[in-house]
T-cell receptor, first 115, second 116 residues
Framework: NAGVMQNPRHLVRRRGQEARLRCSPM?????VYWYRQLPEEGLKFMVY????????ESGMPKERFSAEFPKEGPSILRIQQVVRGDSAAYFC?????????????FGPGTRLTVT | AQSVTQLDSQVPVFEEAPVELRCNYS??????LFWYVQYPNQGLQLLLK??????LVKGINGFEAEFNKSQTSFHLRKPSVHISDTAEYFC??????????????FGIGTKLQVIP
């Protein structure tokens, strides 16, 4: 009965490289959310996806960031040409539905450090 | 759109003392409310949620929260804290009864530090 899995747990990238963060939702969940957490800034919503569809990407930066949730396999958050300001903890969550009445289950996060 | 305000960024409290973490929300419609806890280097874990019914909600680890519609608050309480309660606590809100997708909005968090 595995929970939400994220990998890697820690990722170090040099400026200009690409970062790929993976998230496997809980079994039976087809709704995935990505959040970014910066110190003293709380949890910021980035994107909400269902299988093969991006439903809400209102929190995603317009450039360099993309997300997908293919029919098979984990959800991927991709950051191209990383900059120091991308250093943060990135959390994935999943839920049974997107209506809000079902709580979100969070993964342990990926801590990205850009050097 | 809804919003959440957590009034205290840090709350120090002695072990076995009571604690209240404050949360106020803003919304023009009915809401669902949540409290999550985040232990160091971990993801968030649900403590409790209010969807409807009794305004006093009991959660895990001895925590409870009271929904106060007139004051638009959902404060979290515990009568006697333990060292292991040291963590960051997040209040969250979303629109209720929508039947469709609703974004969950999180507060900026309150760090609870339990002092031995």
């Amino acid at each position: 009965n595995a929970g939400v899995m994220q990998n890697p747990r820690h990722l170090v990238r040099r400026r200009g490289q690409e970062a790929r963060l993976r998230c496997s939702p809980m079994k039976g969940h087809s709704h995935v959310y990505w959040y970014r957490q910066l110190p003293e800034e709380g949890l910021k919503f980035m994107v909400y996806l269902q299988k093969e569809n991006i439903i809400d990407e209102s929190g995603m930066p317009k450039e360099r960031f993309s997300a997908e949730f293919p029919k098979e396999g984990p959800s991927i958050l991709r950051i191209q040409q990383v900059v120091r300001g991308d250093s943060a903890a990135y959390f994935c969550a999943s839920s049974l539905s997107g209506t809000g009445s079902h709580e979100q289950y969070f993964g342990p996060g990926t801590r990205l450090t850009v050097t | 759109a809804q919003s959440v305000t957590q009034l205290d960024s840090q709350v120090p409290v002695f072990e076995e003392a009571p604690v209240e973490l404050r949360c106020n929300y803003s919304s023009s419609v009915s809401v669902y409310l949540f409290w999550y806890v985040q232990y160091p280097n971990q993801g968030l874990q649900l403590l409790l949620k209010y969807l409807s019914g009794s305004t006093l909600v009991k959660g895990i680890n001895g925590f409870e929260a009271e929904f106060n519609k007139s004051q638009t608050s959902f404060h979290l309480r515990k009568p006697s804290v333990h060292i292991s309660d040291t963590a960051e606590y997040f209040c969250a809100v979303t629109k209720a009864n929508s039947g469709g997708y609703q974004k969950v909005t999180f507060g900026i968090g309150t760090k609870l530090q339990v002092i031995p």
